[in-house]
C-alpha cells in the first residue's frame, strides 16, 4: 500500500462490514427533547495489502464538534513516567532541546519533562495557531484546521521541535497523507516524532463492537501502524504496545529514514493475518449481534429491567450497533452534566447511580472502560446484595456478558 492510496478512503481496499446509519455519539441531547440527533452511514473497509481497517467515509467534521464544553476525553497515562525517561535519554536530546507537542493530549508530558529540567517547549494553540476559537473545539476541528503550509507558519513563530509529542489523534485524521506531513514539518532535520495511538489489535480479535467510533477513522495494530510509519519514510527507533485493560496503546518513536535505509515491503504472510483478523472481526460482530440480543432478551424475561452504566461512546456503540435500546430501561451516570440528559440514541433517560435502589433495575450492564469498572462495583455492594447483577458489555472481561448465566 503507498500512503496516497488513503488519499480516497471510499476506494482504499475492500469494504469490511456496513453498520449503516450511526448516531454522533455525544450529541446528548435534554430529556424530552424530540431534536433529531444526526446520523451517517458508517462502513468500513480493509486495505488487503496490510490489513488496515478505516472508515469509507468520515462523518462531517462540523457535526462531530461537541456542543458542551463539559464533554471530555481522557487518554491512559499510566506509561508516561516511563516515555518520558525513554524520550529525554534519545541521542542528542538535552535540556536545552525544544519540545513541539500536538494538543491538551500532550499537557501531561510536557508537565513531566518539566519535571526533570526540559522546559523548552511549546504545543499548538487552536486559536493562534490554527484559527480554531469555539472552546467545544476538539481535535475532530484540529485535525482538520492543520493543514502543511500552517504547520510551516507554526515552525516559523515557535520554532522547529527537536521532539514533537502526537497523542491520540492521528486516527483522528481525515487526510491522513497531509497530516504526517504537516507533523513533520514541525520537527528540525534529525530530530524525533513521538506517536502514540490506540491499538485495536484486541478489540478487533474480539469481535468487540466498541472499538467503531465515528471519531476514529482509523483502526491500526501494531503492524499496521508501523507500515504506515516505513511507508511514510521514517525509521522506527523504539515500539511497544502498552497493555490496557480497554485497549492497549502503540507507541512509536520515529525519525526521518536516511535515503535507501528504510525497508518498504509489507511481510505478505503478516498482511494475510491481518486480513483475515479483520474479517473475522466482521464475522464475529454479526453473531455477536444475534447472540448479546437473544441473551438480553432471555435476561430481562427471567431477572427484570436492565440498565446500563456509563454514557459515553463505549455505551452508544453497544446500544446502537447491537441494536437493543428497547431491552435498556435507562443509563445510569453520575456525571452531573449528563443526568437529566437522554441519550444520542434510543432516547434513554441518563440518571444517577441512586437509580440502582430506587428503581426496579435488577441487572446492570457495564458500559464504561473496564479500568474503571471494578471501582463501580465496589461502590454498589449494596446494589448486589439486595439480588442486582453487574454484566460487563466487553467480551473476555471479567464480567462478560456473554459468559452470564440468565
Keep these: 500500500m503507498e500512503i496516497t492510496q488513503l488519499n480516497n478512503l471510499q476506494s482504499s481496499g475492500e469494504p469490511l462490514v456496513d453498520f449503516g446509519h450511526q448516531p454522533v455519539s455525544n450529541r446528548f441531547l435534554p430529556l424530552g427533547d424530540e ?35 463539559w464533554l471530555t476525553c481522557y487518554e491512559p497515562e499510566d506509561h508516561l513516567d516511563a516515555l518520558t525517561e525513554r524520550i529525554i535519554k534519545l541521542p542528542n536530546v538535552t535540556k536545552a532541546s525544544t519540545f513541539g507537542a500536538y494538543s491538551f493530549k500532550d499537557d501531561s508530558t510536557l508537565r513531566r519533562l518539566e519535571r526533570l529540567g ?12 490554527l484559527d480554531v476559537p469555539d472552546p467545544c473545539a476538539n481535535v475532530e476541528t ?37 497530516f504526517i506531513k504537516a507533523i513533520r514539518k514541525m520537527v528540525r532535520p534529525g530530530g524525533y516524532i513521538v506517536w502514540e495511538l490506540p491499538d485495536c489489535e484486541r478489540p478487533i480479535a474480539a469481535g468487540d463492537c466498541t472499538v467503531v467510533w465515528e471519531e476514529h477513522v482509523f483502526y491500526f495494530t501494531s503492524f499496521t501502524f508501523k507500515e504506515l510509519l ?11 504496545s502498552v497493555p490496557y485493560p480497554l485497549e492497549n496503546s502503540l507507541v512509536s518513536i520515529v525519525q526521518e529514514a536516511l535515503e535507501g535505509n528504510n525497508p518498504v515491503n509489507v511481510d505478505a504472510k503478516l498482511a494475510a493475518e491481518e486480513v483475515a483478523r479483520a474479517r473475522k472481526f466482521a464475522e464475529a460482530l454479526a453473531r455477536r449481534k444475534v447472540e448479546v ?16 452504566f456509563g454514557a459515553g461512546h463505549l455505551t452508544v456503540a453497544f446500544l446502537s450497533i447491537m441494536q437493543v435500546t428497547d431491552l435498556i430501561s435507562c443509563v445510569v451516570d453520575d456525571n452531573p452534566n449528563k443526568k437529566g440528559m437522554q441519550m444520542p440514541v434510543g432516547g434513554l433517560e441518563i440518571v444517577g447511580s441512586e437509580a440502582l435502589y430506587s428503581r426496579d433495575i435488577h441487572v446492570c450492564l457495564l458500559g464504561l472502560n473496564p479500568q474503571n469498572q471494578p471501582k463501580v462495583v465496589a461502590n454498589h455492594k449494596k446494589f448486589i446484595e439486595q439480588g442486582g447483577v453487574f454484566a460487563s458489555i466487553f467480551p473476555g472481561s471479567a464480567l462478560d456478558l456473554e459468559s452470564m448465566e440468565c
Excluded at 440527533?37 to 462531517?60: D, S
Design 35 to 69: 431534536g433529531v440527533v444526526p446520523a451517517y452511514p458508517l462502513q468500513l473497509r480493509v486495505c488487503i495489502e496490510t490489513g488496515l481497517i478505516h472508515m469509507a467515509k468520515p462523518f462531517p467534521v462540523e457535526e462531530m464538534k461537541p456542543r458542551y464544553d
Design 230 to 240: 516505513l511507508k511514510s519514510g521514517f525509521s522506527i527507533l523504539y515500539h511497544e
Design 142 to 178: 484540529y485535525q482538520c484546521a492543520l493543514t502543511p503550509s500552517k504547520a510551516e507558519e507554526i515552525r516559523e513563530r515557535k520554532g522547529a521541535a527537536d521532539v514533537f509529542i502526537v497523542r491520540h489523534v492521528v486516527e483522528h485524521a481525515y487526510d491522513l497523507p497531509a
Design 118 to 129: 526540559y522546559g523548552k517547549n511549546w504545543r499548538i494553540d487552536p486559536v493562534q495557531d
Design 293 to 308: 440480543r437473544s441473551k438480553l432478551e432471555r435476561i430481562r424475561l427471567q431477572r427484570g429491567s436492565i440498565a446500563i
